[in-house]
């Protein structure tokens, strides 16, 4: 289903600002906001813990064992991008390194997403360039086969267009579609802002029993409690 | 990225003729003709060996552990379908088994291919209803969540649109883009006009180093012989 | 959790006649009789296809890599029992070929569930003793650690009692507590007796929509169809 | 095998103080104490490293992408339990996040154990709210089905009655039966009494071929040592 | 640790008549014969049923995704020859199809291992080319990077060099050292001598337990049984 | 293919200077400078994170769930060592754990690479004891079935042979032969000159399209750019 070969370099991305503010939100209140769907599956991992980011997406779709349009792909990032990189088939190598890392951040991108793996993780984290990965490998590429930047392309089980959103935390990768972005962050803070209130209530020994009201629809689904 | 709750009932399917004769041609070379995409992950499995189809996608997005979407996509369906099904999360329960079926092949429907498990499959092979799947499982499902009849869904890891051609038979499933369709059984049709005088050639002896002319690009490539 | 070194040789079976006749029903409809529990993961797979057993279990607990208790197992078996084998770790080495067959055989046993490996499987169908297992491994077992023999087990995630009722075929394996037999053989019958009826139906061309009264509560959940 | 809809509220909790003492032993300790059963599936990790903690189950039975029956789980809880939640089908989606955790603290709750994902990880980490999981997702939840709570689980493969003592630290999760709870103390207080004096001899040279004397038994095997 | 680029045509095979013979013991007696060592993973499966070969080893290393050398394998190949393949990191793809198989069988060779995928395999049945691999899969490759054949090679965990016999059935694959065939094929034939022997016993209702003496062992470790 | 029940006293060691150099220039830059072999599986990950070691292999093999071999290695370990340990089937069992590695560290180990699991890991951090492993488990193992020390071994898919060189660190572990020791760090060194320069370059917002020159070869290749 993909287009191979080509590079797309006009792209429409999301608003910044909304793409910018999504980032606080977390990919799980975000999740929950978009009626739990767009998240790329949960082997997608931190290579370190406690980064926060989003960021408009640039995709580009690699062979397996092949990074060579990974150079391709820098020339089309702006400041606050994100890339999103897919593979044709299953894949652990190592794609991406200290060395595109450095030309990435110097051409503003905040973070990688790869359905495959990367390595000089330590390094990474030292630089402070966050990557989700589903692998860690010292294994390198080499640079032989066309694929494609700024396609539509599928990553780690989820469609994601360039310009969409891509909101990624310890917990995981949303992408959220740019036509849905500032819908998105409202209905996000909006979920926000109603769970401080319901934090004390919880931190004060109320039960989700009593403030969600679950009391009435347990019984009525049958629920008996022994003694 | 899914839009639920949504049942688009025209969709525009891939010309019928053409959908039609790629099944003989098979999922490897089909995919080859694409230039190597578009082809499911290969842990979709046929439930039982020897089926080799192809017909134009109905596309349903369901829920882990919930099938209630098949039943809105069994109305959806014309004769010559193939059913997409594509799941929110990892799920291996049994969506589907003989009654689904029954309906199914009573609407006209040629296979399922689900990204998820099915039950059933000793009656599914009886009744001559092949099923790609990545499990077999007896666990069946609830029904009470919504999910959307032919939106675009990935399945295993590929892009699907309603209307696309399907092709599946003992190696994988192919997904053939409704627009390339045509351009894709022509190319497929060709590289299998090649292969009969490849296969004589080689059934007689000759090597593919010779056939193909390799020996030169892997001297070239500095392929050393030790006696 | 698990009692190491004892065989308890006086265990209450369930009753015969109930046993025997939740073959023919199959793992999935007993699945669905007793409330959509008591499966064993869906990577237990037949050895080979056509399958359809029950019977009454023996239990016994292994160790990676050491059968002995598997000979220990083959004198508590009589006529009609089921062989249900865990172990106390991973493990997918062939615990089980033909010569212990030959003697489960000679006990009366009916078939062989093991979360692990087994191996003589060519030799094993043409005995006719089907066994499920999770993988087919060639590597055989030492005998240097004690188990223990019809002590309550967990196989595949599921806890199986000895006299318990195994209901296995091509879709899965199920476990049916002792007490619970008869009761969930009535509702599994009375399933199978509407599956009929539905059946024709279906093949007529009805909708599972209006057979099971779907289209309200899918348009009361919010079910939008686009043209 | 499980019983559904329904919650114990009355069970028999481990000894208290016996529970609160086998944190400090460690999960390695107290499964060799038990003659090396017990463990649940080392799949289980903890979201964030250094946590060692000991309690009395509470259980809990959900279903694929259902966390309903963690609210009522919540009411159940005494201070020194610990909640285990087991899931009747394989699924990663995130059961639990802060809201959850702020509530199962004000209970007294000392940890979760789930055979599932979680979420918001960084805020439990903040909260000093220990989980061990098998996965970590942003995917929330619905509340649609009733499971059932304080009845036996199976949890990444071990059986979990309530009332048992839970140990888990950065090696894995062991269950301890609560009549045998008093027995493991005793049992690993003198295995670790035993392990100073030999950390001692190790660390300055000797051998264990020559702390356990086990050149003899080596050399009975057949060991042989060649220069 | 591999030499990349590099063809060995002079390899020393394992004695033609003790190879030819190690076919018929199978896989697990053959592995039982070696000291329960040289098995290839389990994950290593026939992709049709009821094969039962053996052979010397023509060895192949390929990069995940490129199956050039194949083509260079080909040529090395001599009657009663099992080709092995090995490949520099996971894969999946179908590095092998029917115009390989064609070649190959043309060329004399009996079978091929491979730690990856092919395709074709319904044709590769009707031609009677078996195959061992972990994956089937349309996916094709690219011919672009050398890699070397007749090198010792780790195929799916196991170290084979070229001229050792491969033994493979439908319970696995073992790899028997050259220098060992002789020997093996003598214990493996002693262990099926005997093993008609035990069969009629076990067949006859005779336990294991008394046949291979196992009652005072057990009883000696502390096997305890209760009424 | 393994010979058992041996031990090699004498092993011919890498030159100890260049195994020592090694550590510094990293796992991928060393498996790049090999050619892209010797490379561990990635699933080998280190317990804690920031270590960067190498050392010369001693080698172990050990079956499923006994680590009776390892005090048999620990003998042959000299200062400088880095022990690795095969095991001749898959397991995640806890080999190793605090006492072991007080006596390897005593005995001069650096560290322990493993395919299989390890438990302690909090205590081996505290002891400053790095492992590479592919589990984490508190699964303790029994001592009753001979292995070997110091012959070649396959761990987590790579040969290694007694004497070669480890290095291991977040990236991974990769293996070079002794007698490639001191042109793989020439080769490495190498290639760390050059990357100084080409981070600097980057920074600098030089895409790598320019400065590896690879404008043309996309060109010849047909990728095409879409405004």
Same mark, same amino acid.
């Given at each position: 289903?993909?287009?191979l070969?080509?590079?797309?370099? !006009?792209?429409?991305?999301?608003?910044? &600002?909304?793409?910018?503010?999504?980032? &606080?939100l977390?990919?799980?209140t975000v999740?929950?906001?978009m +009626?739990?769907?767009? @998240?790329?599956?949960?082997?997608?991992?931190? #290579?370190?813990?406690?980064?926060q980011v989003?960021?408009?997406?640039?995709?580009?779709?690699?062979?397996? /064992?092949? !990074?060579?349009?990974?150079?391709?792909?820098?020339?089309?990032?702006? $400041?606050?991008?994100?890339?999103v990189? $897919?593979?044709t088939a299953?894949c652990?190598? %190592?794609?991406?390194?200290?060395l595109?890392?450095?030309?990435?951040?110097?051409r503003?991108a905040?973070?990688l997403?790869?359905? &495959?793996?990367?390595r000089?993780?330590?390094?990474?984290?030292?630089?402070?360039?966050?990557?989700?990965s589903?692998? #860690?490998s010292?294994? %390198?590429?080499?640079?032989?086969t066309?694929?494609?930047v !700024?396609?539509?392309?599928?990553?780690? +089980?989820?469609?994601?267009?360039?310009?969409?959103?891509?909101v990624?935390?310890?917990?995981?990768?949303?992408?959220?579609?740019?036509a849905?972005?500032?819908?998105? @962050?409202d209905?996000?803070?909006?979920r926000?802002a109603?769970?401080?209130?319901?934090?004390?209530?919880?931190a004060?020994?109320?039960? +989700?029993?009593d403030?969600?009201?679950?009391?009435?629809?347990?019984?009525?689904? /049958?629920l008996?409690?022994?003694?």
């Amino acid at each position: 289903m993909y287009e191979l070969g080509v590079v797309y370099r !006009n792209i429409q991305r999301a608003d910044r &600002a909304v793409a910018d503010q999504l980032a &606080a939100l977390g990919s799980a209140t975000v999740h929950e906001a978009m +009626g739990r769907v767009g @998240l790329l599956k949960p082997d997608m991992r931190p #290579i370190y813990p406690g980064c926060q980011v989003s960021g408009t997406a640039v995709t580009v779709l690699l062979h397996p /064992g092949d !990074n060579w349009m990974m150079h391709v792909a820098a020339e089309q990032i702006r $400041a606050g991008d994100v890339v999103v990189a $897919a593979i044709t088939a299953e894949c652990t190598d %190592g794609y991406f390194g200290d060395l595109l890392a450095t030309s990435f951040q110097a051409r503003g991108a905040r973070a990688l997403i790869i359905d &495959a793996g990367v390595r000089d993780v330590k390094e990474l984290q030292r630089m402070g360039f966050p990557v989700w990965s589903k692998a #860690i490998s010292s294994k %390198g590429c080499i640079k032989a086969t066309l694929g494609s930047v !700024n396609i539509p392309v599928v990553c780690a +089980g989820a469609l994601v267009h360039p310009g969409d959103v891509i909101v990624a935390d310890d917990d995981g990768v949303v992408c959220v579609p740019a036509a849905r972005a500032a819908a998105t @962050l409202d209905a996000a803070l909006k979920r926000e802002a109603l769970e401080g209130e319901k934090r004390a209530k919880l931190a004060s020994g109320v039960l +989700g029993l009593d403030m969600y009201k679950m009391r009435e629809p347990l019984a009525a689904a /049958g629920l008996r409690y022994i003694d």
